[in-house]
Structure formats: structure tokens, C-alpha cells
């Protein structure tokens, strides 16, 4: 296994004084095994999953949010630094 590149990733976290964006510079690897069958791979951890845009603390508070505030999603105002849409995705999918 060797290092391709790196990449830039734009990642949502939770808002401190304001909404928080993380720069990770995530490093993408490829796979020199004949036989692997994902030739080139980047970086995950358990906070931050393949394709995600945002951390899954920010995602779990959103969802504890509009659980907790008895209102639709589409009534309650999104936390700082989302978008309505991105809540409203987040709270209706199934665990």
C-alpha cells in the first residue's frame, strides 16, 4: 500500500460561538495487491464516515434537537451553520 495524494474535505461540526467548518486533509492510498478489490481508498474514522459532509456528533445533535423540541423539522428552526434540508434528511432516516 502507498500514498496517491491528498485530498481536501469541507466537514460540518458542531457550532462553538458560530458554525464550525473542519478542513481534513484526508490521504488517499492506493493498493498494490493484485488481488484487492479496491484499488484506491481514502481515510475514515468513525466521526467523520466515507462521503460525509458533516461530523456524526453534529448529526446526532440535530436529530436530539428535533426529537427533543416536539415540533416537524420543517417548523424548528436548523442549528447554526445548517440547512433545513440537511436536518430534515437527517431526522427521518432510519437508525
Known amino acids: 500500500m502507498r500514498r496517491k495524494e491528498r485530498r481536501f474535505q469541507r466537514v460540518r461540526d458542531v457550532p462553538v460561538a458560530g458554525p464550525v467548518e473542519l478542513v481534513w486533509a484526508k490521504r488517499r492510498w492506493f493498493c498494490d495487491e493484485a488481488l484487492c478489490a479496491r484499488k484506491s ?16 456528533r453534529l448529526t446526532d ?8 423540541s416536539g415540533r416537524a423539522v420543517s417548523r424548528r428552526r436548523p442549528p447554526s451553520g445548517c440547512r433545513g434540508g440537511w436536518c430534515r434528511k437527517r431526522s427521518t432516516r432510519p437508525p
Do not use: W
Request: aromatic content about 8%; overall charge positive.
Open 41 to 56: 481508498f481514502t481515510e475514515a474514522t468513525a466521526q467523520v464516515p466515507r462521503f460525509a459532509r458533516s461530523t456524526r
Open 61 to 68: 445533535q440535530v436529530v436530539l434537537a428535533v426529537i427533543t
